[in-house]
T-cell receptor, first 111, second 115 residues
Framework: QKEVEQDPGPLSVPEGAIVSLNCTYS??????FMWYRQYSRKGPELLMY????GNKEDGRFTAQVDKSSKYISLFIRDSQPSDSATYLC???????????FGTGTQLKVEL | KAGVTQTPRYLIKTRGQQVTLSCSPI?????VSWYQQTPGQGLQFLFE???????NKGNFPGRFSGRQFSNSRSEMNVSTLELGDSALYLC??????????????FGEGSWLTVV
């Protein structure tokens, strides 16, 4: 069983929809949680970073962490075609710079 | 400020050969990590270097090795290439000893195809 599980999709939504992306994890030592966006043939770029349970909002993006359930989510409001990409959740224990990633969810936002 | 630079961007190698990939971190960053990305396994951690010392290593065979130079540039080497080594190899850099994801920046990767 992988330490981090993520539904690979693909997920297709109409423009303007609210998108919900999720990951579950099994390692209780994970204390830091990230969402990365990766466009085709590009490197991942950091979207959201959080280290506590609860919600964190940044523009159209909201990251949610529930440590008791070992579950994290990313919500995208008013989705745009430019949001079409692969979204990767990542986690870290805090000892060093090693990140453990989910396999990524491919999102397509259609006009 | 220049980002993380990886060379070459694309390469094709034959099974059994070896390959060396290069990474130049963001100026001032002393931590460099390497990841392998494949469609089936996603991003998997290979190793991390900080100030020329390997700090962490993932679960990859000994054919995968790396090093970091005094100017923080890093190289990774894969010997005796196998078809399954075909992947996107990503380098990430950070200025922090324990960034825990907050200040880790990725390059655009080196696409390796083994035939």
């Amino acid at each position: 069983q992988k330490e981090v599980e993520q539904d690979p999709g693909p997920l297709s939504v109409p423009e303007g929809a609210i998108v919900s992306l999720n990951c579950t994890y099994s390692n209780s030592a994970f204390q830091y949680f990230m969402w990365y966006r990766q466009y085709s043939r590009k490197g991942p770029e950091l979207l959201m970073y959080t280290y506590s349970s609860g919600n964190k909002e940044d523009g159209r993006f909201t990251a949610q962490v529930d440590k008791s359930s070992k579950y994290i989510s990313l919500f995208i409001r008013d989705s745009q075609p430019s949001d079409s990409a692969t979204y990767l959740c990542a986690m870290a224990t805090g000892g060093g710079n090693k990140l453990t990633f989910g396999t990524g969810t491919q999102l397509k936002v259609e006009l | 400020k220049a980002g993380v630079t990886q060379t070459p961007r694309y390469l094709i190698k034959t099974r059994g050969q070896q390959v060396t990939l290069s990474c130049s971190p963001i100026s001032g960053h002393r931590s460099v990590s390497w990841y392998q990305q494949t469609p089936g396994q996603g991003l998997q951690f290979l190793f991390e270097y900080f100030s020329e010392t390997q700090r962490n290593k993932g679960n990859f065979p000994g054919r995968f090795s790396g090093r970091q130079f005094s100017n923080s540039r890093s190289e990774m080497n894969v010997s005796t290439l196998e078809l399954g080594d075909s992947a996107l190899y990503l380098c990430a850099s950070s200025s922090d000893l324990n960034a825990a994801g907050n200040t880790i920046y990725f390059g655009e990767g080196s696409w390796l195809t083994v035939v």
